[in-house]
């Protein structure tokens, strides 16, 4: 999937972990032509009530399906879309498994499924939930928006058949720096303070690691942080990015009253 800026407004939001409220005051006040959200829905340390579960629930039933909402598959969305034991990570729960699966009708929660990608280009962005780590690449890649998305729909067909099967694959596998099997993580699970490290010639926007603000890689220390190539924006909704033209602004959640 590829969405270009030219004269729309494009927000891009990660890891809302059922801050659906919240999410929904962005959308509101900003009321951006398209919608990408990094993925990461469920699971939360601090509101992680059935109310809660349910608000996400409708945020999705809500959201997902309209034509300019994307979203990408997060580790925390995709334990409760399949039956792999692979998948399990914190804040998984049976109960709250049992109550998304049965919230919706099997038509709708396959649809909804349907929707979540595993990576999505906004402009020269590379956007997944978590980063590609180069050395998941094979050896002299091509570093180009088609010969990358080439390589990667060939890595999704069997991730999603190991996905299916109940097997592990590297897409969603995580790396050391996750307690995981992997050296590094895949594009669901790449630490980016530990394990991220830049490709050169691609730009990357990914969610995954928490923090305060959106920053940029280490590497790019004393560069405009608007103009950095590799930038996490798991800030816990304090922070997100709109994009038009090409140019990417950091927007505080704070400054919305303002």
């Not at 925390?76 to 498994?97: A, E, M, T, V």
């Not at 649809?111 to 956007?127: G, P, Q, R, S, T």
């Not at 959106?214 to 590799?230: A, D, F, P, Q, Y």
Request: charged letters at 25%; one cysteine or more; hydrophobic letters at 35%.
């Amino acid at each position: 999937m590829k969405i270009n800026s030219h004269n729309k407004t494009i927000l891009i939001f990660a890891d809302p972990h059922q801050e659906l409220d919240r999410v929904r005051e962005i959308l509101s006040r900003e009321s951006p032509d398209i919608i990408v959200s990094l993925g990461d829905y469920f699971d939360s340390f601090n509101h992680d009530l059935l109310r809660d579960w349910e608000n996400t629930c409708l945020f999705l039933k809500e959201n997902v399906l309209k034509l300019n909402f994307f979203t990408l598959k997060g580790n925390h969305d995709i334990q409760y879309f399949y039956k792999n034991p692979s998948l399990i990570c914190s804040g998984y729960d049976r109960d709250k498994d049992a109550f998304i699966n049965g919230f919706f009708s099997p038509t709708k929660w396959s649809a909804i499924k349907e929707k979540f990608l595993w990576y999505i280009w906004v402009d020269d962005f590379l956007c997944t939930h978590a980063g590609l780590h180069p050395s998941h690449l094979p050896p002299n890649q091509n570093i180009s928006k088609k010969s990358i998305s080439d390589w990667l729909d060939k890595q999704i067909e069997p991730a999603q058949i190991a996905l299916d099967s109940g097997q592990r694959h590297w897409l969603y596998g995580a790396g050391l720096a996750r307690l995981g099997s992997q050296d590094k993580g895949g594009i669901d699970w790449l630490d980016f303070n530990q394990e991220f490290e830049p490709i050169s010639g691609l730009k990357q926007i990914v969610g995954h690691t928490p923090g305060d603000f959106v920053r940029s890689h280490r590497s790019e220390r004393g560069l405009e942080l608007s103009k950095s190539k590799n930038l996490c924006i798991d800030s816990s909704l304090n922070e997100y990015l709109l994009i038009r033209n090409k140019k990417v602004l950091i927007k505080k959640f704070s400054d919305l009253w303002s």
